[in-house]
């Protein structure tokens, strides 16, 4: 056990809905895919239903699932997996104990804090995240946090990809990724690092975030993307999207019955073509906002689906990828990090194992170094707060009470030594009265941030690929031209 995932163990969790309503939502879901059916135009993925005993309707590109079909094949999910870093060091169980971030994904730009204004995102960018990732203590997976837009479009996957897996030690995961060829490529990008396809199978050294389409589809190209991951035993974060009131019905539980038929839809998928591929029951639910019907993924109906959608996770006993910190607020500051903290405190104390990911604004598409630095103190601060409350003598301390007795210090007790080198301490957030803060020039925030980022990129080097490894890698690049 390593003291990197330690350092995101939490207290078992709360439940908001109860048992009967978990079990109402499964059985709904289980009986729309009977009478309604999914939409999976991805003809192999039909075939292997067809054969699994799924009722296919190859002109409509319909499958509808009887219950015995769907249970099935599901039961074959692992219920326990360990997301790999480059290094045994940066292993991640995910087995119900813990409570990990990932880096945000799939922005489109960058906030300048100088000029308040945005400009494009760059591969440079993927570069500098993937290094300042590599460093922050609270960020678990690295996730390449934008669209290189400076690279040709049917390269940025995979270029994206090669930045990540030489500039950060820890499990990756990719987001990106729309035609087959971009998933084989990075199949044989993190095999080359592992020591082959076979040891790629058995180390989870990547991952994937594989999005449906709601309501009740499985896009084609990702649907194909699920069956290669899946034939290399990629781990998929199935992420169901529904959006309350425009892609699912306006309640929580309606949303959440769209989001776990198309989740069991998608595993169905993926174990009838691979049995034993694993699984992430995954969601970035939200709602509409009900002015202009934009995503909002701000909302407090988008707290509580993230926080219940974990529910449903451990309801059928898979691992979590639910919710996500990407807030509605479009720029960074006070509204994205009270967005943020509120989602962080909930889904951390309801159970969501794997929570997608700081650093972006403005729903998910704008990068912003500073809230990258704020979101990694937002998430050791909500971590710190869930921790297990340690119950033995040591920690009921009545000895040293005795011994201090009334009136007296605990600043020079050994105990105190001891326990006060396990309080939280913020990397951003400065704790000065305000007479400390003047004499430290009246940084905000912000602009504290903005330094350290600075400070990270100049002075931490992340451990190098072999060199053989890292020229494997360029030449698959090379080879997509």
């Not at 993927?126 to 390449?144: F, H, K, M, N, Q």
């Amino acid at each position: 056990m390593s003291n990197f995932e330690q350092r995101f163990r939490v207290r078992e969790p709360t439940s908001i809905l109860k048992q009967e309503d978990k079990k109402r939502i499964h059985e709904g879901a289980l009986h729309i895919m009977e009478k309604t059916g999914i939409r999976i135009p991805c003809s192999t993925a039909r075939s292997d239903l067809r054969k699994a005993g799924a009722l296919v309707d190859d002109s409509l590109k319909v499958v509808r699932f009887p219950k015995d079909v769907v249970l099935s094949l599901i039961k074959s999910v692992p219920s326990k997996i360990v997301l790999a870093g480059r290094t045994k060091e940066f292993d991640l169980p995910v087995d119900g104990t813990h409570h990990y971030y990932t880096t945000d994904g799939c922005g489109i730009s960058v906030w300048d804090e100088k000029t308040k204004t945005k400009r494009n995102s760059t591969l440079a960018d993927i570069t500098r995240t993937a290094v300042i990732g590599d460093w922050l203590p609270y960020v678990s997976i690295y996730e390449p946090m934008v669209v290189a837009n400076d690279v040709p479009a049917e390269k940025h996957v995979v270029m994206g990809m090669r930045e990540a897996l030489k500039n950060t030690q820890k499990h990756i995961e990719t987001e990106s990724t729309t035609k087959p060829e971009e998933a084989r490529a990075q199949v044989r990008m993190a095999a080359a690092v592992v020591g082959g396809t076979e040891e790629l199978r058995n180390k989870h050294y990547i991952s994937a975030m594989v999005c449906t389409t709601a309501p009740l589809q499985l896009e084609e190209l990702a649907t194909e993307d699920a069956l290669i991951w899946a034939e290399n035993h990629v781990p998929v974060h199935i992420t169901a999207m529904g959006q309350m009131g425009l892609t699912g019905p306006a309640t929580v539980l309606g949303d959440l019955v769209i989001c776990h038929a198309e989740t069991l839809a998608l595993a169905a998928v993926m174990q009838a073509h691979e049995r034993g591929a694993p699984i992430l029951y995954g969601s970035v639910l939200s709602s509409m906002d009900p002015k202009t019907g934009a995503v909002n993924f701000g909302s407090p109906e988008s707290m509580t689906l993230a926080a219940v959608s974990s529910e449903m996770a451990r309801y059928v006993k898979w691992p979590c990828s639910c919710g996500g910190i990407g807030p509605g607020a479009a720029v960074p500051g006070v509204q994205a990090s009270v967005e943020n903290s509120t989602m962080a405190l909930l889904c951390a104390m309801t159970g969501s194992e794997i929570m997608n990911g700081v650093g972006l604004v403005d729903n998910s598409t704008v990068l912003s170094y500073e809230q990258l630095m704020i979101d990694n103190d937002i998430v050791g601060l909500t971590i710190a707060a869930c921790k297990e409350i340690p119950t033995d003598a040591d920690a009921l301390a009545l000895d040293i009470i005795e011994e201090v007795g009334i009136g007296g210090n605990y600043l020079a007790e050994m105990h105190t030594l001891k326990h006060a080198r396990e309080f939280y301490v913020p990397l951003i957030w400065s704790k000065d009265n305000y007479d400390s803060w003047v004499k430290r020039g009246k940084k905000d925030v912000m602009q504290v941030a903005k330094e350290k980022a600075d400070s990270i990129l100049k002075e931490h080097k992340p451990a190098p690929l072999d060199k053989d490894v890292a020229g494997r890698i360029d030449a698959i690049v090379k080879e997509l031209d």
